[in-house]
């Protein structure tokens, strides 16, 4: 009988593995972003197939660990097809690699005056995109590095700039299953969980298969959050601030820090100052190679676009324009975006100083809900942009980001015409489904621990 068990088990797994490794194939080589019937189906598939895997194989760390590495190989030898910023980033890169600093001009201004320091500018430009193009880069420093050793190494092939990023994002995501695998253990949750986020369709496609560089930040985030727990709070420093250098986003969760040193550390107030020293200072070490006059001027114009220019993908942003349209008659996203941020920074304020911070399966539910009030009062919200608030809900009671990192692929639905176009019923099904699956926990499942 238990033979017979054995059998069945390696039979489904074997036909589950290999439906996957198809599905990730077709997804890496035969998918065109405008096809969004194919790719729903895709990403529907993979998702319903990771699961059963996880639930399957849960007391199988390895085994499951070995094919998280599997399904990410299966992308090494393409080229992004959901996204075009990585022709931006291969830019960036051979522009450091060159001694030119990226954050000084934007390629349009060089393609302009006939620039050709570097192989492939029409190429790369053409493929960035004419909104990207027109704009100064707005990757951090850390980021950056990792362009300019793709830009080092591969200076005349495209993949090969690919391949190079690839690989490091892969490392990334396994020193993020190495210290994810840690913290759970240390908050005495089951460790298969970690797999929710490394067998996640969504962060397979969007780091591996995109190239967002979400996966390095989520990489020094955990770390941080790891040695914290650990009272070895001058690594982490270091580690957080590394993250805001690859992306700013967790700038947003810094007074959280508040209360938790306070209940942690003796002198804990001297500490947390000595914290968020330590975490500016190494931001601002890693900024120093691309000091310059106009640097300021420029990386604040262009991250400033997102709140002021950009709309992709909003929820409550979408209701305030249309109530805006009805009564003033334009797109209100000028005066809408500098409000919004101020709403977000009183929550998180609110956060800090009326929610309890300590111990750290409270510090990282309310890291997650800062997370989640941001993108629902962002103008912007890209698929990859959940990687932060998915990794950090399995520590805590909530599922709604693992609803929400299926459901984020709806928003796809805008590149299925030859006009960019956001379907509204779809982003309308998106938010409800997530917003109430939210309510439904935060209200009816309070006590109700999912393992």
Not at 266 to 295: A, D, Q, R
Request: include cysteine.
């Amino acid at each position: 009988m238990n033979l017979k068990h054995n059998k069945n088990s390696f039979l489904f797994n074997f036909i589950l593995i290999f439906i996957t490794i198809l599905f990730y194939s077709l997804f890496a080589y035969d998918l065109e972003r405008s096809n969004f019937l194919k790719l729903l189906f895709l990403y529907s598939g993979l998702f319903l197939g990771s699961f059963l895997l996880i639930e399957k194989n849960k007391n199988r760390f390895w085994f499951l660990a070995g094919f998280a590495l599997i399904f990410r190989l299966v992308f090494i030898g393409s080229l992004p097809n959901l996204s075009q910023d990585f022709y931006r980033f291969i830019w960036d890169g051979r522009l450091i690699a060159e001694g030119i600093n990226p954050f000084l001009s934007t390629p349009k201004k060089l393609l302009e005056e006939n620039f050709s320091a570097i192989a492939q500018t029409r190429i790369l430009i053409d493929g960035m995109g004419s909104l990207n193009a027109s704009n100064y880069s707005n990757y951090p420093p850390v980021s950056q590095f990792v362009y300019g050793i793709a830009g080092f190494f591969a200076k005349k092939s495209i993949l090969g700039s690919v391949v190079i990023m690839r690989l490091i994002l892969i490392a990334a995501d396994f020193g993020t299953l190495y210290f994810g695998k840690k913290l759970l253990k240390k908050l005495q949750l089951p460790s298969h969980r970690i797999f929710w986020f490394i067998l996640n369709p969504f962060v397979i496609l969007e780091f591996t298969g995109n190239l967002h560089f979400e996966g390095l930040m989520v990489f020094f985030l955990l770390s941080g959050i790891y040695f914290l727990v650990q009272k070895k709070w001058m690594f982490s420093a270091i580690l957080i601030g590394f993250s805001i250098s690859v992306k700013l986003l967790p700038l947003l969760i810094l007074p959280l820090f508040f209360n938790y040193f306070r209940k942690k550390f003796k002198l804990g107030f001297v500490k947390l100052l000595g914290f968020y020293m330590l975490i500016f200072t190494t931001v601002f070490l890693t900024f120093i190679p691309f000091l310059s006059e106009n640097l300021i001027q420029n990386y604040s114009d262009s991250v400033g676009l997102w709140f002021s220019k950009f709309e992709f993908n909003a929820s409550v942003y979408y209701i305030i324009r249309w109530i805006g349209f009805q009564t003033v008659g334009w797109n209100i996203i000028g005066t809408v975006g500098k409000i919004l941020p101020i709403i977000i920074f009183l929550g998180i304020l609110g956060l800090t100083f009326f929610r309890k911070n300590y111990p750290e399966k409270k510090l990282l539910q309310n890291m997650l809900f800062a997370f989640c009030l941001y993108f629902l009062l962002s103008t912007t919200v890209h698929p990859w942009y959940l990687a932060t608030p998915l990794l950090l809900s399995i520590f805590t009671k909530f599922r709604f980001l693992l609803l929400w990192s299926f459901l984020i692929v709806l928003s796809y639905s805008a590149y299925n015409t030859q006009e960019f176009q956001e379907n509204m019923y779809l982003l309308a099904l998106e938010y409800l489904l997530v917003v109430g699956f939210f309510t439904y926990e935060l209200y009816y499942k309070r006590r109700k621990m999912i393992s």
